[in-house]
């Protein structure tokens, strides 16, 4: 017992299945069960197992799911040596224009993928631009920098070095200026002096009062 945990692992270590599925809309690459399963093939079979997989549905509170099972099988030991991995996907709901055995082949799908996905530990992260993708090391997602703007135009406050040669950075500047606004909301120079001098412009000219 255990050599077809060894040969799992070896075929683990090897893997390098690519995603060569585009989904245009999500932008992203990804894997399909096939993918999985043309890239494992080799492996398998240099270690003497086959991979089986199968699926059946299942009802679990009231909703239909379909579980599917991926099994590593020592070709020679049979069923008594075999590493398994098993995951579940919820039928979705009925679409216009899908009939019943479709949907239940979009279940399967994911299924079967994701019990291979499970065996084999490949990661199923959505990689936003292709190439091959062996797990780690991959940059997290960039996050859009904060931006301070006035609370009046919008205008962003940029990096600024003062008079006295100190630097300020949007955010500072933004604390600043929420700081000495009198309903604490941040404004750009321009719209602080607009609020404090609401008639704008230089002196109302004496005019006939
Ligand atoms: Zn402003």
Redesign the pocket.
């Known amino acids: 017992m255990g050599a077809i945990y060894a040969k799992l692992a070896a075929i683990q270590a090897e893997l390098k299945a690519p995603k060569n599925q585009f989904n245009s809309f999500g932008k992203y690459n990804y894997r399909s069960c096939e993918d999985i399963l043309e890239a494992v093939k080799p492996l398998t079979k240099a270690q003497g197992c086959a991979v089986v997989l199968s699926d059946e549905a299942v009802a679990i509170d009231g909703w239909h799911y379909i579980k599917a099972t991926a099994r590593l099988v020592d070709m020679l030991e049979g069923e008594n040596e075999s590493a398994i991995a098993v995951s579940y996907a919820r039928e979705p709901e009925m679409k216009k224009g899908m009939d019943t055995s479709q949907i239940t082949g979009t279940a399967s799908s994911y299924a079967r993928k994701y019990a291979l996905s499970g065996l084999f530990a490949l990661d199923d992260t959505k990689d936003a631009d292709s190439q091959d993708n062996s797990s780690e090391g991959k940059p997290a997602q960039k996050q859009p920098a904060k931006t301070y703007c006035?609370?009046?135009?919008?205008?962003p406050f940029v990096n600024i070095t003062d008079r006295t040669g100190h630097a300020w950075t949007p955010a500072q500047q933004y604390d600043a200026a929420a700081s000495v606004s009198p309903d604490g909301k941040a404004?750009?120079?321009?719209?602080?002096e607009k609020l404090e001098h609401p008639a704008s412009g230089p002196e109302q000219g004496g005019g006939n009062g």
């Open positions: 006035c609370a009046d135009c919008g205008k404004r750009c120079r321009a719209c602080r």
